[in-house]
């Protein structure tokens, strides 16, 4: 190898290389070009199947809220640890799942052979055809679209989707609440969700769950319609349902508290590691005790791209109705 060869780094490898801040290890491509804030090593794989986990029994198990009577070609947008595009192409073996994320490594090494995973910073133009999904799913992708991106993104989205064919997104509004009135601004989880919001906004929207629907419309989808569900922080609800769903999110929020925050707080808001740790521990108290009954707001907003033959009204509407998002209704505390 001459040193030409050596100039000549292949793109795929430089996705691949790791940086460490505070015994994390984060993308040196996502950190140095400012896309993507959270850590990519094996402790934040397994916290997003875990929190696939969680979103399943959010969902009750639904992976895809729109009516698809057939479905062919659908694309992931940053995958993760690939675990709904791992699920969709296991449960649709004749329908062919293309994912794309920034940092192909959390997911797992062995994968459905109608599974394509691809690398593409997704802040860039979209190079798949025009009209070729049936579905583009976009979850959790708040802390890496840029906030003047998400008109471009949606409208990648709508272009690369078939006629008729259907977006669906889900977003975690990382502001910690509660409907009961005990949680006060001097809380440590409304610290951590204002340093939150205030670390990355310059770059992203965290706000950018209130939005989908807005922007989902401007970009041209039809029949759009949105939902807010709750993501209760511990064991809290009433609801035995609810109630198992705050109970398996328990540990998942301490991971969370710590791996969102972590590269935002020290590096862009100056503190230090143990000033991070001390704020995620009493966060994580008070998500802990059922007396706050915290939750993080999470909205899913699903929109079709007009025409495509079916018509929106008649058959397709009746099936939506009872298999939309709008079944999954549920009263917010
Ligand atoms: C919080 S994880 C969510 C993963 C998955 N969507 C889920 O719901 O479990 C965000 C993922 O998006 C990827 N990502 C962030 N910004 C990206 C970008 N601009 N382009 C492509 N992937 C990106 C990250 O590498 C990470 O795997």
């Known amino acids: ?37 959270a850590p990519v090593d094996e402790d934040e794989a397994e916290h997003l199947r875990n929190m696939h986990d969680i979103f399943n029994r959010m969902f009750e198990h639904r992976l895809i809220f729109p009516p698809i009577p057939q479905l062919r070609r659908v694309l992931e947008c940053g995958f993760g640890s690939a675990s709904w595009a791992v699920e969709v192409a296991e449960r649709y073996p004749d329908c062919e799942v293309t994912g794309i994320d920034i940092f192909p490594n959390m997911a797992p090494e062995i994968i459905p052979d109608n599974l394509v995973l691809q690398v593409d910073d997704l802040n860039r133009p979209s190079t798949f055809p025009s009209n070729h999904f049936d579905l583009v799913h976009s979850r959790w992708m708040a802390g890496g679209i840029n906030s003047d991106g998400w008109r471009n993104y949606m409208a990648d989205i709508f272009r690369v989707l078939r006629p008729g064919g259907w977006c669906q997104m889900v977003e975690i509004y990382f502001n910690a609440q509660s409907d009961n009135g005990t949680l006060t601004d001097n809380n440590a989880l409304r610290i951590w969700s204002r340093e939150y ?21 401007d970009a041209g989808f039809v029949e759009v319609e949105a939902q807010v569900l709750t993501l209760p922080l511990s064991g809290w609800p009433s609801d035995p349902r609810e109630r198992s769903i705050g109970i398996a999110n328990r540990d998942n929020v301490h991971r969370l508290l710590t791996s969102l925050a972590l590269y935002p707080f020290t590096e862009r808001l100056g503190m230090s590691s143990a000033e991070v740790q001390l704020l995620v521990a009493r966060a994580r108290v008070e998500a802990n005790n059922p007396a706050f009954k915290a939750y993080f707001p999470v909205y899913v907003c699903i929109g079709r791209k007009p025409g495509g033959g079916a018509s929106s009204r008649g058959h397709h509407h009746h099936h939506r109705s009872n298999r939309g998002v709008d079944s999954r209704k549920r009263a917010r505390r």
């Open 1 to 37: 190898m001459d040193d030409s060869d050596l100039q000549t780094v292949p793109l795929d490898e430089s996705f691949l290389e790791t940086v460490a801040y505070h015994d994390r290890e984060f993308q040196h491509y996502a950190i140095e070009n400012g896309v993507y804030f």
């Open 197 to 217: 919001i205030r670390s990355l906004q310059a770059l992203k929207d965290p706000r950018a769950a209130l939005q989908l629907q807005n922007w989902m419309r």
